[in-house]
């Protein structure tokens, strides 16, 4: 049977559904769901993903089956509609969009009103009635399809026409007579032939040059950057959904629009969209023209036009729609819709994009409102959304000053919310090149999705045109980046590289601000304020009840800690880090960098005396300065984190970074050291090192400088004894020895570490727990992990140095060529930014097995920049680190990225389960069917076999036996006692003749016949089946089901030694049920390579 390429939808039935979205795609599976539930689409078919894969795979060629299977559901359309594509009475015409599984708004391409020629833009005159219409969808047809699958730049059709306009002097595209666009349509096919492209005629052709375009706009540019940005896989692919055209173009009667079922930007819960009169549905999306808000409620000004009030019907049957639509998908949808001729059509269901705010307020409201569970919740919102709630805001009153002195230009739509400040550019090229530099403002007339690049780089976003639906508010949103759009009082020159607002005139690299949130615009720079969780949080200025968005942040994380079992610490120097880690929940200190303390204030100086001493006695003097200080940040930190693990990491940096590089600094130096400059330069020269991140360090400098350590060790201990004893409440600290690659250099220093402690104890007359561990930072304590942990009593992996290390590149000047070996492919991701899993990866999983193996207590964590990254807290989640720590404002993000892989696991184990269960019911099924095969052959052949009775000999009693058939359940060794009986009774004689031969051949044939086989087969069904299942059923809880597998039936064995049958008596094979302790052999071994949930730490 040939694949299935094509799904049909149309008339209330599809042959897809919303369960079929990696197949089908988004936008085809919320058609598909859409037909279903009967809302009004109109008719179409969706190309599936696995062409476009078949179609990068084989140079642009399609499958064989796959033109049969389009023209058959053509027809199917076009019994639906009413009409026949390329009739030139009565033509159909076509939309061809793209649709990958996940929403990429405007990165792929798109092609409307196929179909059109000089024969069928008549036709559809006479049809319509409206020949203005059918010329305006010529030219449109023309201008995008030379576009999108021609290979013409837009701009070259776009100057003809915005030439034409001026000539006219037709301020829009609306004021244009169908004279004008009929002359228009012969410029345009001039200028093609001009550039050597021929427009074709025939409708099929332009069909398929539509369907390769939008396969081909999969790896154009703008939607590989949308790619990377989003973590999305290349071979994913995009499929093609085919959709007769309605037209919002047609009339006052005609519209199109947008709209979301609650506010993407805040995720207030009221409907919220914008629509455009006689106009098609790329008019709203693009940002051509500045749209009107869809109902009373988002009006801005009174003047304004809502859909509400001009067509009253056609919007109370959106407002069902949407209802409808947010129940079934329990989500908040972006909906595209068109009203031809005061018919509602909808184009498109999808679950919206939204901003971090609205992400959560959307998640907490929909489970309060009992819409979806606390597990759906969590999963709702992206680990790095909650950045944008703790992202700073402006100054309420420092605003205020500017408007009062004349600053603020302009107020318009507030698309995304946040505060932005930087220096405008005017193009994305710009961004790009100026974002290096500092922080930029994109300013355009409009985005195309051709400005991703410099979307991305850029701290926020303003365009004179669009909506709060336009491509730049929707991509903003998604991006966390502040938007305004629709600021209609900005002149904006891109050659002259400026913009004029009020009178006054801004050129590229003047500072602006702008508010995301209240849509204002501001000239200069504004001051920043902390966000309001961080003012509820950390700066106590704000009362919690005060702050929704405050509330809605702590729910959504206490939920996520009732499902994450992976811990999560902070990284912290200082008491105000370690106050601002606990506020946003770590629970205790990953990572304490010693090294930091030191370059406070005039501590460097006691430092610099220290390393340059000639002797350990000058050592010693500068030591003792320097400990008090360093014992008073280990009592804040301590304080701050009652009761909780402290880990501290000893020095770890080379001595040349505190060294003076200046002669001034040197002399300065000297002279307080009594020494001569010329002495203490060549001194500083000394502890130059060439390659200092794998010099003199770490614990080397343990081993070598033992004094220094030494003092860390006894500051440390001083003071977790002297905040013990005044809070009543122990502390325990843990001690970290880093860059160790050796066990006995870790054996060597944590004698030396114990030693001091114990004295440190014994002198306060107080016993505390404390532990000695290592990071591990270098791939030979990772490799010999056994070893060490022999001496460790934890592991932290040090993953900024371990990818260094591991990967022989220096992360300072990775930046040099990182980004081409990601953008060839090399590396999936930055391997500095987020684990790089196939290699230092690797290195973990080896050191936590072989760590564990030699001491099953041992703690494992990480406190590498990594553990704040969410795919890579995942992964450690996953080869069962105990802890992530990262730096304070990141730990919300471990947080939920922890509940995430958690619910993850969950789902995993239960599908899992279920498939173990399927696996076993399945291979029983199957182990029964093959032994009543067995049987069946068996009772055919034995007759065949049998020999002609021989009469016995004269004189001779014949015993007869009983001739009740055996139940074909009852197993073979359980005959009967009337059968033992007869046996026992019957003379030697008889029983030679009538028995001997059936009691001697039937155990051999059970056994090899019916036995053997039967459990060959359970076992051979039984780890097929569940291979199959367990495979199956999780990739369907990962992502969904691309479409329902064919039924495979399972190989069943032949019976071995079948020529014994012959010789078989006619004695019936017995049925063996199937052995228990089988079932359970195979389920435990498909199993087998499934981790167990983990406990919640």
Known sequence: MAEKYVYFFGEGKAEGSEEMRNLLGGKGAGLAEMTNLGIPVPAGFTITTEVCTYYFQHNSQYPPELRDQVQKALARVERCMG????????????????????????????????????????????????????????????????????????????????????????????????????????????RLRKEGKEFPLEPLDQLWGGIGAVFDSWNIPRAITYRKLNNIPEDWGTATNVQSMVFGNRGDDSATGVAFTRDPATGEKRFFGEW??????????????????????????????????????????????????????????????????????????????????????????????????????????????????????????????????????????????????????????????????????????????????????????????????????LVARQMGRPCVVGAGALEISYAQ????????????????????????????????????????????????????????????????????????????????????????????????????????????????????????????????????????????????????PITIRLLDPPLHEFLPHTDKEIRELARRMKVKPQKLKAKVVQLHEFNPMLGLRGCRL???????????????????????????????????????????????????????????????????????????????????????????????????????????????????????????????????????????????????????????????GICGEHGGEPSSVMFCHRIGLDYVSCSPYRVPVARMAAAHVALQEREEQAALEEAMKKAKREAKKEARREAKKEKLEGAAEAPAAATPKKAPPPGAKVIKMPTRPIKPTAPFAARSAQQKAAAKTAKPATQKIAKAPAKKAAKPVVKKTVKAPAKKALKKAVKATAKKAVKKTIKKVAKPAAKAPAKKTIKKPAPKKAKQLKKAPAKKPVKKPAPKKVVEKAVKKAAASSRPMRKKK
């Open 702 to 860: 343990g081993i070598i400088f033992p004094e220094i350590y030494d003092l860390q060790v006894q500051a440390i201990m001083e003071a977790a004894c002297e905040v013990s004893k005044s809070s009543k409440q122990p502390v325990t600290p843990e001690i970290m020895i880093p860059l160790v690659g050796h066990v006995k250099e870790l054996a060597y220093l944590r004698e030396r570490t114990e030693k001091i402690a114990q004295e440190v104890m014994a002198r306060y007359k107080i016993e505390l727990k404390y532990l000695v561990g290592t990071m591990v930072e270098i791939p030979r304590a990772a490799i010999t992990a056994d070893q060490v942990a022999s001496v460790a009593e934890f592991f932290s992996y040090g993953t900024n140095d371990l990818t260094q290390t591991a990967l022989g590149m220096s992360r300072d000047d990775a930046g040099s060529f990182l980004p081409g070996y990601v953008e060839k492919g090399i590396y999936k991701r930055d391997p500095f930014e987020a684990i790089d899993q196939e290699g230092v990866g690797l290195l973990m999983k080896i050191g936590v097995e072989k760590g564990r193996a030699a001491r099953p207590e041992l703690k494992v």
């Open 497 to 644: 590289k400026r913009m004029k607002v009020k009178g006054k005139v801004l050129k590229q690299g003047d500072w602006l601000s702008m508010d995301g949130t209240t849509g204002e615009v501001l000239a200069g720079q504004l001051a920043t304020y902390p966000s309001e969780v961080v003012q509820v949080l950390v700066e106590k200025k704000l009362l919690a009840a005060k702050s929704k968005v405050f509330q809605n942040f702590e729910k959504i994380l206490a939920w996520a800690d009732e499902f994450r079992t992976l811990g999560v610490r902070c990284n912290a120097d200082t008491p105000r880090q370690a106050l601002e880690g606990l506020k946003f929940g770590a629970a205790g200190i990953g990572l304490c960098r010693t090294e930091h303390m030191f370059f406070e204030g005039k501590r460097i100086e006691a430092v610099r005396e220290m390393i340059l001493a000639e002797d350990s006695a000058g050592r010693a003097r500068a030591l003792s300065k320097i400990l008090p200080m360093q014992k008073g940040d280990f009592i804040g930190i301590y304080k701050e984190m009652p009761g909780l």
């Open 83 to 190: 009409a026949r594509f390329g009739d030139p009475n009565n033509p159909l015409l076509l939309s061809v969009r793209s649709g990958a599984r996940v929403s990429m708004p405007g990165m792929m391409d798109s092609v409307l009103n196929l179909g059109l020629n000089p024969d069928t833009v008549e036709g559809l005159a006479r049809r319509s009635q409206n020949p203005r219409f059918s010329w305006d969808s010529y030219r449109r047809f023309i201008q995008m399809y030379s576009n999108v699958v021609m290979g013409l730049s837009g701009h070259v059709l776009e100057s003809i026409l915005e030439e034409y306009k001026k000539k006219k002097k037709a301020a829009k595209d609306t004021d244009l007579s169908t004279d004008d666009l009929k002359t228009l349509v012969q410029l345009y096919r001039e």
């Open 276 to 473: 455009l009169p006689n106009a098609q549905g790329e008019d709203v999306v693009a940002g051509i023209r500045t749209p009107y808000p869809i109902n009373n409620e988002n009006k801005k000004r009174p003047e304004e036009l809502s859909l509400e009030e001009h067509m009253p019907g056609c919007y109370n049957q959106l407002v069902r729609i949407y209802n409808r639509l947010e129940k079934h998908y329990r989500d908040m949808q972006d909906i595209e819709f068109t009203i031809q001729n005061g018919k509602l059509w909808m184009l498109q269901t999808r679950s919206g994009k939204r901003t971090g705010f609205a992400a959560v307020r959307m998640a907490v409201e929909m489970t309060e409102e009992g819409l979806i569970s606390k597990e759906q919740a969590i999963k709702r919102v992206e680990p790095e959304a909650l950045i944008q709630l703790l992202a700073p805001i402006f100054d309420a009153a420092e605003k205020k000053k500017a408007a009062n002195a004349g600053r603020l230009l302009t107020k318009a739509l507030n698309a995304g919310p946040g505060a932005a400040c930087g220096r405008i550019v005017f193009s994305a090229e710009e961004a790009e090149k100026q974002a290096a530099k500092g922080p930029v403002l994109l300013v355009r007339l409009e985005t195309s999705p051709d400005d991703i690049h410099g979307m991305a780089v850029a701290r926020g976003i303003l365009t004179a045109r669009g909506g709060m639906t336009s491509h730049a508010a």
